[in-house]
Structure formats: C-alpha cells, structure tokens
Nanobody, 117 residues
Framework: QVQLVESGGGLVQPGGSLRLSCTAS????????MDWYRQAPGKQREMVAG???????AYADSVKGRFTISRDNAQKTLYLQMNSLKPEDTAIYYC???????????WGQGTQVTVSS
C-alpha cells in the first residue's frame, strides 16, 4: 500500500482557483503513474487527470484547459492546479496510483472542493 494524503481543498467562488496537493509515503513515487479523481454527491467517482512516470498527462474532457496535473518527484508530491472553477467541479477530490485505482484499492480521505457564490 502507498499512503497518500490529499490537501488544499476549500470553498471558492465560481471562476476562482485552487491547487490541490497529494503527498506520498513511498520512495518509489517517481515510478508510479498517478491520477486525480473526484466524487460529487450522488455520483460515481470519476477520473479527472492522470500523469505517468514520464510526466505525460491526460485529462477528462470536462476539465481540459482548466486543470493542470503535475508532479514533484523529489518532494513525492502530486498537484492539481484548478482554474476557472465551476459549481459542477464541487466534489471530494482523491489522488491514487493508477494501478491501485484500477484495483479499487488504497483510497484516502480526499479533500473537499466546493465552488459556490
């Protein structure tokens, strides 16, 4: 198991920005493909963005052009920069390794993002 701790969520107005962080416990962090997911009330968890070990990125269509995923392997930290936030971005945001997410394992507590005026 890889311990992951998400932070950086909060309440923001529509059009605002937040940066989420996910700090990993493993020294092998740089080898893992990492993903950000979110789950809104009454909805299934969905993948938002992913980044592989070579820093190749992918995004859900709903966030493309607004969100940026990045990683700092020296700090064992994954980031999600979220700009131009919309009320529909309101959700609990989780990070996970791509492998563990596929296996349905290793989910942490997440961080709440609320976009509201």
């Amino acid at each position: 198991q890889v311990q992951l701790v998400e932070s950086g969520g909060g309440l923001v107005q529509p059009g605002g920005s937040l940066r989420l962080s996910c700090t990993a416990s493993t020294s092998a962090f740089s080898l893992y493909a990492m993903d950000w997911y979110r789950q809104a009330p009454g909805k299934q968890r969905e993948m938002v963005a992913g980044i592989d070990s070579n820093s190749v990125t992918a995004y859900a269509d709903s966030v493309k052009g607004r969100f940026t995923i990045s990683r700092d392997n020296a700090q064992k930290t994954l980031y999600l920069q979220m700009n131009s936030l919309k009320p529909e971005d309101t959700a609990i945001y989780y990070c996970n390794t791509h492998l563990h997410a596929l296996l349905g394992q290793n989910w942490g507590q997440g961080t709440q993002v609320t976009v509201s005026s």
